[in-house]
């Protein structure tokens, strides 16, 4: 069926530390994940996006690594700051039929503590 | 600004009150989608469109409509509020199936 979950829904890490976000997708003709972050009284932003045909990517601050053998998304943020506090949201792209879903995990809760 | 606009951002009404939600992008997008969330179980698509005229259901269809007159519209309409219908609710745009899609700042309703 078709779910994208997380594996941790809270996690605290250090300013300035090093913090990983992973998420697990069911829908293996999936090819295009995209990493949201959420922060109170805010709709989903986007961080950054990977297709099924990249392992890795990479943006400011930020990485995201795709396995597609487990179905494996993880989502790796350098340097840690306090506006790095947030919920984080992977989500599959599904698209199909000129249709687009984004089907959404439950989401982490990133702390950064000081 | 490149942005998604929804209004109002916050509403409570009572039930069986017909109400509407606007949103408004101006990123000539031709997908658009609303999405609802809710505690422990995320963000679920309630309808999508795909192009002016051209619109159908998501995941949670019940009790919503929608339209999709002009390209940079997609009203959230709810004939007969009902208090399961309480929830935070989010619009979204992209320029095609396969792009990242941009949300709007959300609409907290609360029916009574």
Known sequence: GESVGLHLPTLSVQEGDNSIINCAYSNSASDYFIWYKQESGKGPQFIIDIRSNMDKRQGQRVTVLLNKTVKHLSLQIAATQPGDSAVYFCAENISGGGAQKLVFGQGTRLTINP | ?112
Not at chain 2, 34 to 54: A, F, H
Not at chain 2, 62 to 88: A, D
């Open chain 2, 1 to 112: 600004e490149a942005q998604v606009t929804q209004n109002p951002r916050y509403l409570i009404t009572v039930t069986g009150k017909k109400l509407t939600v606007t949103c408004s992008q101006n990123m000539n997008h031709e997908y658009m989608s609303w999405y609802r969330q809710d505690p422990g179980l995320g963000l679920r698509q309630i309808y999508y469109s795909m192009n002016v005229e051209v619109t159908d259901k998501g995941d949670v269809p019940e009790g919503y409509k929608v339209s999709r007159k002009e390209k940079r519209n997609f009203p959230l309409i709810l004939e007969s509020p009902s208090p399961n219908q309480t929830s935070l609710y989010f619009c979204a745009s992209s320029f095609s199936p396969n792009t990242e899609a941009f949300f709007g700042q959300g609409t907290r309703l609360t029916v009574v």
